[in-house]
Each structure stands twice: as structure tokens, then as C-alpha cells.
């Protein structure tokens, strides 16, 4: 529930400041005036209140007069509802003002008796300030009588003198309706003493105050954004608004917006705001309106006269009035075309509108544009479909579904997904009743086009559905055309739909001359679905090879990019990475962008970005990663920007750019909340940075991911069991769940090469954190063995040289290590140099020479130097655990040379706190940070037993370290 909204006041800073600062003015006897400006509904009324609250305060006295919507208001209402009491009954003025405004008119009185008769008005109000400092506020002066219009010009610039804030409230329609008005308002405006406040509509951030204000329990971005987006920021209808959702249980903690429960109707208050001033217009005023209603929020004279079967010249007339009272604007600078002031206006008048009358209306409209349009009705087709939608009862479904039709193929050609989904589901629903035919068929096929870009993880399987659909009919009834449109068309990998979608494109090969362009296309997409249906690269590459000379042969660029893409992106996913991969993406990349297809650029430009990573070219990758997330976004499709996002965040590892991995990845998990790729990125950075209350919370969600999945999903076991091994080292429980998933996985029949790797890898990782030899055996077995592990490549080639070191061969291990950690070394992979120098030490210290014992020290200090400037200090506990097992390795082997277990940086160390240094001195000395020195020291205390530098000394002494 929200609280009382009359007391909420939000925003304003800069205009309270402003009406504060006259109102001081004023009190100090220097005369101000305030004009406030804006729309019905900006709340006028409410900034003026709360200046009137400040004045109580202040003991300033407070008088109020409101003009009246209703005609006959006699002259002078406004002034003599704000300040008879102050003159008294009895006084001359207030007889003089009552005189004329019993006569009803001021025509009678010259010019000189106006004058004397507004002159005696100043004076009268000169004298009742002259010892109260006074606020006079008049509201909806735009309903004001002439009279009150000339007397206030006239007070205007009287009051500069008087301890006299005057502070008037009017509807600024911008429509030029009322010149006395307009004149009144220019002529105080003319008055150094004069200040205009033109009120906004609410930004985002001051709906967002609103609701934490009016509510109980914070409510959710998502929901505040759609009541921003349904009121357009007009602080009444959002008021109302907030009302009319707490009412219906919409703001309670935890609630999030979901499908259509979440549309928000027209709050009670602001219809009958509505149906008050609709009230005070002309029968003919408000027909007009309600057909101008039904047209849309925005109409057009010509429909409209048509729909109302009148004449222009007759029908502008009744449309005055409504403009005069705030409820349309003009919409072009010749008059052809008004908009209504909001869409909640257009909507409470819509529904003033009979349900018996609706569906004959919306057939007049859909006519009227019609015979508007002429031969180009295509040209409002979503217009038409929804307004034959309408009254499909009257019309029948044909005229429905063309124009859906119509509407949903131009909503694709300029990306407007949604909308296109929206204009073909409309097609199939208005002819359920129909047997299938061509049409429908064609219908089915732009909406699984539609879905195939918009959909969420729950919803990809019904991707397959509808293209199963017209792909069936197409086969059974001889549409050999859109057989194949529907085969050329490719889906997203993670649909749901790819056992099926890979038997129904090889049907269809069966169909074309295998060297034709659409063999090209359906070869790309089979390709592409064969590596991640069944990891078959072998299969895939053949066939995506095979679509690029097609696509040469017959000049297609557009094939040409997406299937250089596609092979791009299936090497990069079974670690299989060439010499010439960044050229070959960048140059897939400009084919793309030549042939006018970003989401072939975005693609091409992924691989570009990890091959310029794999050479250790971090501006490079930065560079192509920022300029594959650009075409993603101008391409629209959520999957695509949420791979561009996924693969900048990379980049961000490798340049140790944290706070923007972080931005990135809360961007993603906007896109895909339950993505668990996302997902494991969000915890390994937690996790490494140390953020771990974060990392919990994140790794809850994963694992909940894991577990909720269908059981033929393994990919998110595998990111959840990777998750949980990385992060191993902070509980047995989580050594426990990495093992459990990968053996899940291992499970799954059928499994593909790729997933079978990524489960061994899962165990390597737990396996090294234990060191059970007998679980690397199983993954080095496994991972060793295959070609398509590729363990020349990076983590993985790193991975199995540690494995070879627990199990006993340490010799291979350091052969296939060390030159990975020279080529780190000298690149700018922020991350990989941390963790190559922790990896290296690690299969050192497993092969125990002395001088492998004194380069693996080294390499940890290397380590935790980049630990401290690149800010990872969840690194830190592995390291720890290494030099632990250093230490182990010296107390057993060599005490005699390092006396208490010491390590030769920690002799080292020792030696130079013997020689006087300061822990600064011996950092610079030794190249190492200050941090590292501490710690040094620490362990220098506690294995020598010693409490202060001078007993460290001499224990170097005794023990001939000196």
C-alpha cells in the first residue's frame, strides 16, 4: 500500500528555491511576482502550497483567491475571494469591486473611472501590507475574468514597493486562445520584479523519488519505469497512477511486472479529471473527440472529417474548445494535425466511448484511412490491422491479416521485433477458426522470424514451433518457395529447437541444386547448428566452408560474412584458433558491413576481439569488442547485444578494467537475469576481487539456474560446476557441487565432445585445489587424449601442464608451461599474468629442485605484486596455499640452510631488516610492493619466534645469516 500522496512533494529543487527567494524579497519590503506556468496536472497548485506553508512559517500572512472553471464568475472573483477579509466587509474598495461586479461588465466605465477605480484598489492594498508582510496567491488565471486580468496588469508594477508577494498559477496551452491572458502575462513579464516558472513533467529519477516516497517497500526499477512510460512523467496521472497499482496489489515488496497482469488502466481520478472538463464542451466537441479517440493519439483532420462524415471548415470549429482546455495540441504547422496532450487523456475518453458503438467506430476509422490513403495503404498498415482487428466482427478476418501481414514484414525489414511479433500473432489469432492455408502459413513463419529475436530462455522452444508449422504446410502442399525461405532463415543456437531445425534444413537441401545460393544459406545454418546441436567441428566446418565458396562464386557478400562469421565463432567454441583468424573476422566483418547485415559485423568482430586477446593486444581487442557491440545494437536483437556485452566483458579481464566488467555485466544480466554465463563472469569477479558477500549472492542464483534448467540443458550445470571449482577454496560444500555437476554432465547421453571437456575441466580445476592425484588422472586421461582439447591453447594447455605436475610429471608440466608464461609476461593480459605466475609456481614447487623452490617464491611475489595493482585480491588465498607448500617443502628438505622454515625470500628479507632497512627500502630493494614486505615480515616474526627488528637481527646473527 502507498501512504497519503496528498503531503508528497518531489522534485522542484530548483523552482522552491526560486519562489523561497522572492518570498524573502517580498518580506523585506521589496514587491515580487511569481508567474507558474504549465500543463494540467504539472502541479501548480501543489508548488503554490507548499509556498504557502513556507510563508506560515515565516509568519507571513497568506490569502488565496481561485478563478472558476464554470461561466459566471462575476468581475473580480479572484481578487474578492483572496482579500475581503483583509479590506473588511465594510470598505469603500470592496463595495466599489462588488458594485461592478453585481453590474456584471466594466464596458460602462471609461477609461479615467477604471483608472481611479484600479488606483483605489493599489492603494487600498498599500496600506493593508504596509505592517504584515503578505503573500496573495491566484490560481487558474486562465479562467479569470477580464476584469481580474486588467487589474492585475495594473497591480504589476504597483506592488514593487510593498512587503507583497503576488504569485499567479495559469494553464499555458501554447495555442494562443486566450489574448487577455496572453496580454496580462507579457505585461507583468515586462517588470524587473517579475519571475516565469515554467513546470517539467517528472524525469525518470523523480518518479522514482515519488514511489520510495509513497510506498511501503521499494518497488522495482522495472515497474517504475513502465508507470514513467505510462504517465509521461505528468506528476497528477502519476500520483493517480501510483494510487490505482497499490490499489491492485502491484507494489508490494518483491512484486515484479509480468506479461500483460502488468498493464496499467486509466486511474479513477485522472478519468474524472476528464469527464470534468469534457463536461464543459459542446456535445458536438466531445463526438468529435471520441472519434478523434478511437483514430489514435495522434489524428489527422482529413480521417477525421471523413470518420465523422463532416466538412473540414464545419468540423475545426468544435475542435477549439477541447485545444483551448489542454486536452489536444496541434501537431503540425498547417493545421492538417492534432495529437491528444497524453495518452491517458486519449484513453479516459476512449473509454467514455459505449462498448455497443466500438467496434462500428473503429470500422468508420479504418475506412476513413483508407480513403485517405488512396493507393498506398500499406503505408498505415498497423494502423489498419488494429483498427480491422477491432471490428473483425463486423468485417470478417481477411482484411485483419493482410494488413497484419503488411505490417509485421515492414516491423522486420527496420528491426522493430516486437512489434512485428505482435502485428503476426494478430494474423493467426484472427483466423484460428480458418483451416490452414499459404497465408497463414506465411503467417506462422514471420512469427517464429519474430520470436526467433525476442523471446526469453522459457519461451526459445516455441521458436521451432511456428517455423515447424509453415516449413510442414510449405512441404505438404508444394510451397517449395517458402520451404526454403524458411531454411535460409537462421535461428539462434540456444532455441530449444536444434535436433529438429537440423532434419528439417538437411529435407530441405534436398529440395535446391546444391551449388545454388539458397544451398549456401541452408549449408550456413546447418553448419552453424551441427557444432553446437552435436560438437561435431569436423561436419561443421566442411559445411560452412563449403557455404563461403558459394557465397564467392554467386557474389554474395551477405552469405560470404555470415558464414565466415558462423565458422569464426564454431572454431573460437571448440578452442580451435588459426594464425589468421583476426584477419579473416576483421575481414568478414567489413563484408558484413558493406552488405548492410550488423548482426554478421557483430559476429565477425567477437572472434577478432579474442584473437587480437590471444596475441596479447589489449587495445586491439578493446577496440574490435566496442566495435562488435555498436553493429549489435544497431541490429536490435537482444541475444546479439548480449554476446557483444559477454565478449567486451572479456576484454575488460584482460585490461583489468573491473569497474567497467562490472557495468557491462549488469547490463547483461538486465538483458538475461537467468543467463548463466553471465552469471558465472558475475561470480568469478566477485570472487577475484574479493567482493565475496556479492559473490554468494550470485553464486545462489546460479546454482538455482543449474538446477531448474530442463535436464537435456547441460550448459548451465557446466558454467555453475565451473563456478563453484574456481571458487573452491572457500568451502569443501562447493568442491562437492563443482564434482557433482560435472558428473551430471558426464551423465547426459549423447553428450557432445565440447561439453565432455568442459566436465573434465571442472574436475582438473577441483582435483589440482585437493591435489587428488587419482581425479587428475581421470581428467589428464581424458583431456590428453583428444584433439579437439587443443592443448596448445591457453587455460587449457595451462590447465593440463599442472595436472602433469600432480601426477608425478612435473618435467612436462614446466615444458608446457613456461612458454605460456613468457608470452603473458610480455603482453598486457592483466589477469592471466597473476594467474600464470601462481600456475607456474605451483608446478615448480611440484617438481621441489632448490633452484625451482626459489623461482616459485619469486613468481609469487611477481603475482602478488599484480594482485595489489590490479586490485584481485581474491587471488591472494591461492597463492598463500602454494607458499605453504613451499614452506612444507623446506622444513622437510632443507632446515639446516633455512633456519625456522624460512624461505629464501624470507632470508632475503631478513637480512636486509638486519642491515637497518625500512620495510620502503627493502621493497624498493627487492622490486616487490610494501604489502608483500609486511607480510614477509610477519612470517619472519612467527617462525622465529621473535617480537622487533633488533631480535630478528640477532637471530640472523646467530644463525649465520649475515
Not at 486511474?267 to 472519434?291: I, K, W, Y
Amino acid at each position: 500500500m502507498v501512504s497519503d500522496t496528498s503531503n508528497l512533494f518531489v522534485g522542484r529543487r530548483a523552482e522552491r528555491a526560486l519562489l523561497n527567494e522572492k518570498l524573502s524579497a517580498a518580506a523585506s519590503g521589496s514587491g515580487q511576482i511569481v508567474m507558474v506556468s504549465g500543463e494540467a496536472g504539472i502541479g501548480k497548485t501543489r508548488l503554490l502550497a507548499n509556498l504557502c506553508e513556507e510563508a506560515d512559517v515565516r509568519n507571513i500572512s497568506v490569502h488565496i483567491g481561485r478563478c472558476r472553471e464554470s461561466a459566471g464568475a462575476p468581475p473580480f472573483w479572484p481578487w474578492l475571494n483572496a482579500l475581503s477579509d483583509r479590506f473588511g466587509a465594510d470598505s469603500d474598495i470592496v463595495r466599489r469591486l462588488t458594485g461592478h461586479s453585481d453590474t456584471g461588465s466594466l464596458d460602462e466605465l471609461s477609461d479615467t473611472a477604471q483608472f481611479r477605480l484600479f488606483d483605489a484598489f493599489s492603494a487600498a492594498l498599500r496600506r493593508i501590507v504596509a505592517d504584515t508582510p503578505t503573500l496573495v496567491v491566484l490560481e487558474d488565471i486562465h479562467w479569470a475574468d477580464p476584469a481580474s486580468l486588467k487589474l492585475l496588469e495594473f497591480v504589476a508594477p504597483e506592488v514593487a514597493d510593498m512587503p507583497v508577494l503576488l504569485a499567479c498559477s495559469f494553464r499555458d496551452t501554447g495555442s494562443g486562445d486566450n489574448d487577455r491572458l496572453s496580454t496580462t502575462a507579457a505585461q507583468a513579464a515586462r517588470e524587473l520584479h517579475t519571475a516565469r516558472v515554467e513546470l517539467q513533467r517528472f524525469d525518470l529519477a523523480e518518479m522514482k523519488e515519488l514511489f520510495a516516497q509513497a510506498s511501503e517497500s521499494e518497488p522495482p526499477d522495472e515497474l517504475v519505469s513502465l508507470a514513467f512510460e505510462r504517465t509521461e512523467g505528468n506528476p497528477l496521472f502519476a500520483t493517480e497512477t501510483l494510487k490505482l497499482m497499490s490499489s491492485e496489489g502491484k507494489l508490494g515488496a518483491g512484486v515484479r511486472p509480468d506479461g500483460a497482469s502488468w498493464k496499467i488502466g486509466v486511474p479513477s481520478g485522472v478519468a474524472e479529471a476528464v469527464t470534468r472538463q469534457l463536461s464543459n464542451l459542446p456535445s458536438s466537441s466531445v463526438e468529435l473527440l471520441r472519434d478523434a479517440a478511437v483514430l489514435g493519439i495522434e489524428f489527422g483532420i482529413p480521417q477525421l472529417a471523413k470518420m465523422s462524415k463532416r466538412e473540414t471548415p464545419d468540423l475545426l470549429p468544435d475542435l477549439d474548445r477541447p485545444e483551448s482546455a489542454g486536452l489536444i495540441v496541434q501537431d503540425s504547422e498547417d493545421g492538417t494535425r492534432f495529437r491528444f496532450s497524453h495518452a491517458l487523456v486519449r484513453e479516459a475518453i476512449f473509454e467514455g466511448l459505449p462498448i455497443s458503438r466500438r467496434a462500428s467506430r473503429h470500422k468508420a476509422a479504418a475506412e476513413a484511412i483508407e480513403s485517405t490513403l488512396g493507393h498506398d495503404p500499406a503505408s498505415n498498415a498497423g494502423t489498419l490491422a488494429f483498427h480491422y482487428y477491432e471490428c473483425r466482427a463486423l468485417t470478417g478476418d481477411a482484411p485483419v491479416v493482410r494488413y497484419s501481414m503488411m505490417a509485421g514484414e515492414q516491423a522486420l525489414a527496420v528491426n522493430a521485433y516486437e512489434d512485428a511479433r505482435t502485428h503476426f500473432q494478430r494474423a493467426i489469432d484472427s483466423a484460428r477458426e480458418r483451416p490452414m492455408d499459404e497465408q497463414l502459413a506465411r503467417a506462422h513463419f514471420g512469427l517464429g522470424r519474430a520470436l526467433s529475436l525476442t523471446v526469453t530462455v522459457e519461451e526459445r522452444a516455441t521458436v521451432g514451433q511456428e517455423l515447424q508449422k509453415s516449413f510442414d504446410y510449405a512441404i505438404s502442399s508444394g510451397l517449395l518457395n517458402l520451404a526454403v525461405d524458411v531454411a535460409k532463415f537462421p535461428i539462434s543456437q540456444h532455441t530449444g529447437f536444434r535436433e529438429q531445425y537440423r532434419e528439417l534444413l538437411q529435407r530441405a537441401l534436398d529440395l535446391v541444386d546444391p551449388d545454388s545460393i539458397d544451398a549456401g544459406y541452408m549449408l550456413n545454418n546447418l553448419g552453424h547448428v551441427t557444432e553446437f546441436a552435436v560438437g561435431d567441428f569436423d561436419r561443421a566446418n566442411e559445411m560452412l566452408r563449403k557455404a563461403i565458396a558459394i557465397g564467392e562464386a554467386h557474389g554474395d557478400l551477405n552469405l560470404q560474412a555470415l558464414a565466415t562469421s558462423n565458422l569464426l565463432e564454431v572454431r573460437h567454441h571448440h578452442n580451435v584458433h588459426l594464425e589468421d583468424d583476426m584477419e579473416v573476422a576483421l575481414s568478414a566483418a567489413d563484408l558484413a558491413r558493406r552488405s548492410n547485415n550488423p548482426d554478421a559485423e557483430a559476429k565477425s568482430l567477437r572472434p577478432a576481439a579474442y584473437a587480437a586477446k590471444e596475441r596479447n593486444r589489449a587495445s586491439d581487442a578493446i577496440k574490435y569488442a566496442e566495435r562488435g557491440l555498436e553493429a549489435a545494437e544497431r541490429f536490435r536483437h537482444g541475444d546479439g547485444i548480449l554476446y557483444a556485452l559477454l565478449c567486451l566483458e572479456d576484454m575488460m579481464e584482460m585490461s583489468g578494467d573491473w569497474a567497467r566488467f562490472r557495468e557491462l555485466n549488469d547490463r547483461a544480466l538486465e538483458i538475461d537475469p537467468r543467463n548463466s554465463v553471465i552469471l558465472q563472469g558475475r561470480i568469478y569477479l566477485e570472487h577475484f576481487t574479493g567482493m565475496h558477500e556479492d559473490e554468494e549472492r550470485f553464486f545462489e542464483q546460479l546454482q538455482d539456474v543449474a538446477r531448474t534448467n530442463p535436464e537435456a540443458d547441460y550448459y548451465a550445470r557446466v558454467n555453475a560446476g565451473f563456478a563453484a571449482a574456481v571458487t573452491c577454496v572457500k568451502s569443501p560444500e562447493r568442491q562437492k557441487i563443482a564434482i557433482d555437476l560435472a558428473r551430471q554432465v558426464l551423465g547426459f547421453p549423447g553428450l557432445a565432445r565440447r561439453a565432455r571437456v568442459q566436465a573434465y575441466g571442472i574436475l582438473a580445476v577441483v582435483a589440482l585445489f585437493q591435489r587428488n592425484v587419482e581425479l587428475a588422472n581421470e581428467a589428464l586421461a581424458w583431456m590428453s587424449a583428444r584433439p579437439e582439447v587443443a592443448p596448445g591453447e591457453g587455460i587449457v594447455s595451462r590447465t593440463l601442464a599442472r595436472l602433469e605436475a600432480l601426477v608425478g610429471r612435473p618435467d612436462d608440466g614446466v615444458a608446457r608451461i613456461e612458454p605460456h608464461y613468457r608470452e603473458i609476461s610480455a603482453g598486457q593480459h592483466t589477469f592471466d599474468r597473476v594467474m600464470v605466475c601462481s600456475e607456474f609456481a605451483e608446478v615448480l614447487v611440484e617438481r621441489g629442485a632448490g633452484a625451482d623452490i626459489r623461482r616459485a617464491g619469486e613468481l609469487l611475489d611477481e603475482a602478488d605484486q599484480h594482485i595489489d595493482r590490479y586490485g584481485l585480491l581474491g587471488l591472494r588465498a591461492w597463492n598463500e596455499m602454494v607458499r605453504d607448500r613451499i614452506a612444507a617443502r623446506r622444513t622437510r628438505g632443507r632446515s639446516d640452510l633455512n633456519p625456522a622454515g624460512l624461505s629464501d625470500r624470507e632470508i632475503e628479507v631478513l637480512q636486509l631488516v638486519a642491515s637497518g632497512m625500512s620495510n620502503p627500502e627493502i621493497a624498493d630493494r627487492l622490486v616487490i610492493s610494501r604489502h608483500t614486505v609486511v607480510r614477509h615480515v610477519a612470517n619472519i616474526y612467527a617462525k622465529a619466534d621473535v617480537g622487533s627488528r633488533s631480535e630478528a637481527a640477532a637471530f640472523a646473527v646467530r644463525n649465520d645469516l649475515l
